[in-house]
């Protein structure tokens, strides 16, 4: 299986609350990330947050990291259509080599009016 | 203002055909990456280059081929033996000299349709 899980599709209201989840494996995982790519674009970062840390809040999103359950989320705020697009987990390792990003499959969300 | 161009955005290949899709970075990092998207799939990785002159292949590098000759650069080319290249392809470029966090920047990324 993936080292990194996401689903892949979520659909919202305007106005609530996205919860968007992820599990990795790798314990020694130092870095998580939330990418946000919209169509036919790059990955944007969104935000991060060490290991070390349960929770990282930044304006509209809140990242919860459960280290013993291998668990991150992403929550958004009061979600807009804008706020439509694919977003990635990733998870950064302590190997030290170049191979240092792995990615989930991507979680879709789409925000209906 | 520093990032990272891909070109060309659409690249179309006929059957037997090599193409190189280009990735250039102005950020001054030292490793750079070629990423495949397919939907439903997530990334993965095709090679990646630590410094200049050298790079290792990824977890799907067969039909692929890379070059590292100057630092900012790091084209792709999808051989005709990639039997399925049909993708969009991403690049991407991290400080690995930098301690703690190391952000990935990524270009726009090239769709590749195979005709």
């Known amino acids: 299986g993936e080292d990194v899980e996401q689903s892949l599709f979520l659909s919202v209201r305007e106005g609530d609350s996205s919860v968007i989840n992820c599990t990795y494996t790798d314990s020694s995982s130092t870095y998580l990330y939330w990418y946000k790519q919209e169509p036919g674009a790059g990955l944007q970062l969104l935000t991060y947050?060490?290991?070390?840390?349960d929770m990282k809040q930044d304006q509209r999103l809140t990242v919860l990291l459960n280290k013993k359950d291998k668990h991150l989320s992403l929550r958004i705020a009061d979600t807009q259509t804008g706020d439509s697009a694919i977003y990635f987990c990733a998870e950064r390792r302590t190997s030290g080599s170049a191979r240092q990003l792995t990615f989930g499959s991507g979680t879709q969300l789409t925000v209906l009016p | 203002d520093g990032g990272i161009t891909q070109s060309p955005k659409y690249l179309f290949r006929k059957e037997g055909q090599n193409v190189t899709l280009s990735c250039e970075q102005n950020l001054n990092h030292d490793a750079m990456y070629w990423y495949r998207q397919d939907p439903g799939q997530g990334l993965r990785l095709i090679y990646y280059?630590?410094?200049?002159?050298?790079?290792q292949k990824g977890d799907i590098a067969e039909g692929y081929s890379v070059s590292r000759e100057k630092k900012e650069s790091f084209p792709l080319t999808v051989t005709s033996a990639q039997k399925n290249p049909t993708a969009f392809y991403l690049c991407?470029?991290?400080?690995?000299?930098?301690?703690?966090?190391?952000?990935?920047?990524f270009g726009q990324g090239t769709r590749l349709t195979v005709v």
């Open positions: 947050i060490f290991s070390n840390m």
């Open positions: 991407a470029s991290t400080d690995r000299g930098r301690p703690g966090n190391t952000e990935a920047f």
């Open positions: 280059s630590q410094i200049v002159n050298d790079f």
